[in-house]
């Protein structure tokens, strides 16, 4: 009897790099985050600590990349533009109230969190892969509208910016409560009506 043929190198590191992320998906959700361990993580996606030590060099980067397969990532932020301002920017603000108030990716963004707060280069790498192409694709469709008259050409668009995402944020860190759809577009209305032209 002819053995099977052992899969390429790439396909099983692929697959063990897929099960490693998988295993931290499950692990943030099902237990409290001081006994989520690199242990752990391996065990459930039945690899030992030097496989994953291999991509990634702390608890964190692991938990960072997980994340980012959760959230589509920097390349999943793609805002609309039907040329209607109001609602490209309602469909944006409503899909990320809707993300940060889902139980899983709101386990996983205080997760990354806890850790950014001890880790300066975790944090550098959350804002170049996450923050920074997020930011960037809302300039850009705010740079579109000034260019269509919606937006007034003297406006800062990095405070804008802050405007639009600042608020949902702060209430999501702080745990106020109240991110709702309501909430988003009463967010919208307020920084419309401070940007547009008179």
């Not at 937006?151 to 668009?157: A, H, K, S, Y």
């Not at 409560?177 to 940007?195: D, Q, R």
Request: avoid cysteine; glycine fraction near 8%; aromatic fraction near 8%.
């Amino acid at each position: 009897m002819t053995p099977e043929p052992k899969a390429a190198p790439a396909r099983r590191s692929e697959r063990a790099r897929s099960a490693i992320l998988t295993a931290t998906a499950e692990l943030v959700f099902e237990v409290p985050y001081g006994r989520l361990t690199i242990e752990a993580i391996a065990a459930r996606a039945g690899v030992g600590k030097q496989t994953i030590y291999r991509w990634w060099p702390t608890k964190g980067a692991v938990l960072f990349d997980a994340l980012l397969e959760l959230s589509g990532g920097p390349d999943g932020v793609a805002l609309p533009d039907t040329g209607d301002l109001r609602e490209d920017f309602g469909l944006f603000l409503r899909a990320t109230v809707a993300e940060m108030t889902e139980p899983r990716f709101d386990a996983f963004l205080r997760a990354v969190m806890i850790e950014i707060q001890s880790d300066p280069d975790l944090a550098e790498v959350y804002r170049d892969r996450l923050l920074a192409p997020q930011r960037e694709a809302i300039r850009e469709r705010l740079r579109v509208a000034v260019l269509s008259g919606a937006i007034r050409p003297d406006v800062d668009l990095e405070v804008a910016v802050d405007l639009l995402v600042g608020p949902v944020q702060t209430r999501w860190a702080l745990g106020l409560g109240g991110l709702t759809e309501g909430y988003a577009y009463a967010l919208l209305e307020l920084v419309l009506s401070a940007v547009r032209p008179s």
